[in-house]
């Protein structure tokens, strides 16, 4: 399947621009079955595609505290 449908990135509402954050393009998962993530600090570089799945068990971690804090 080809799109040529473009990432439409965000950053979570709870980013407070420290700089520290990621962004993530969720419009391609219904055309590409993927999620982008890139590190907002560096928009030009380079991107992770990751499955749902993976991006939901991420997020899950995330929540639970298993990445401690930065």
Known sequence: ???TESPR???SSYSSNGGACIEVAA???GSLGVIPVR???NPGGP???TSPT????FVEGVRAGEFGTV
């Not at 993976?54 to 068990?57: G, L, S």
């Open 27 to 29: 419009n391609l998962v």
């Open 9 to 11: 990135w965000f950053k």
């Open 1 to 3: 399947m080809t799109t």
């Open 47 to 49: 991107v992770l595609n």
């Open 39 to 41: 590190d907002s600090k």
């Open 54 to 57: 993976a991006f939901a068990t």
